[in-house]
T-cell receptor, first 113, second 111 residues
Framework: DTGVSQDPRHKITKRGQNVTFRCDPI?????LYWYRQTLGQGPEFLTY????????KSRLLSDRFSAERPKGSFSTLEIQRTEQGDSAMYLC???????????FGSGTRLTVV | GEDVEQSLFLSVREGDSSVINCTYT??????LYWYKQEPGAGLQLLTY???NMDMKQDQRLTVLLNKKDKHLSLRIADTQTGDSAIYFC???????????WGAGTKLIIKP
């Protein structure tokens, strides 16, 4: 296992289009997180899964955002009707429990034009 | 709500020690983390400290925690050009999952 993988690395889309990102966590990690990071800021929490259950969703997340983790392994984050303000780095992380920190993927950079 | 504050920039000479500071507001913070982010890259966990510890050392890195003042610091000994990056402080509160992040400190190395 080489860590947390995210796909694609970069995505450029036109405003109004839908986009979907994928995250493959470390296989033995049951917790998966999505964060968003804009330039000059720390990551902002979006949502959290424990196994296949989505246990928390940030108030920052509009109804255009949805995330799934159907079998408790990989996860997808979909953004519908993208807006320019959605342009950011979308980071996925996984962890195995309360101790220690998250392992982050390299992120998907979204640019909405 | 909970908040984590960091200085935005730190400039040090190569070979000197760097000390990056962080203050937080949540007194119930359990784990406190330092992450490193290089340009265009993801976040790399450097080290973490549990709230019942005052200090943790790992090779060139020393973490100091002052719970009374809610102050966390990261000291990098013998700073090298490869240490140039943004360093993020993050704290975990009573919730089992969410980290609260600072805005990051950009470490600039002068030759």
């Amino acid at each position: 296992d080489t860590g947390v993988s995210q796909d694609p690395r970069h995505k450029i889309t036109k405003r109004g289009q839908n986009v979907t990102f994928r995250c493959d966590p470390i296989s033995e990690h049951n917790r998966l997180y999505w964060y968003r990071q804009t330039l000059g800021q720390g990551p902002e929490f979006l949502t959290y899964f424990q196994n296949e259950a989505q246990l928390e969703k940030s108030r920052l997340l509009s109804d255009r955002f949805s995330a799934e983790r159907p079998k408790g392994s990989f996860s997808t984050l979909e953004i519908q009707r993208t807006e320019q303000g959605d342009s950011a780095m979308y980071l996925c992380a996984s962890s195995s429990g309360a101790q220690g920190g998250y392992t982050f993927g390299s992120g998907t950079r979204l640019t909405v034009v | 709500g909970e908040d984590v504050e960091q200085s935005l920039f730190l400039s040090v000479r190569e070979g000197d020690s760097s000390v990056i500071n962080c203050t937080y507001t949540d007194s119930s913070s359990t784990y406190l983390y330092w992450y490193k982010q290089e340009p265009g890259a993801g976040l790399q966990l450097l080290t973490y400290i549990f709230s019942n510890m005052d200090m943790k050392q790992d090779q060139r890195l020393t973490v100091l925690l002052n719970k009374k003042d809610k102050h966390l610091s990261l000291r990098i000994a013998d700073t090298q050009t490869g240490d140039s990056a943004i360093y993020f402080c993050a704290v975990r509160g009573n919730s089992n999952y969410q980290l609260i992040w600072g805005a990051g400190t950009k470490l600039i190395i002068k030759p």
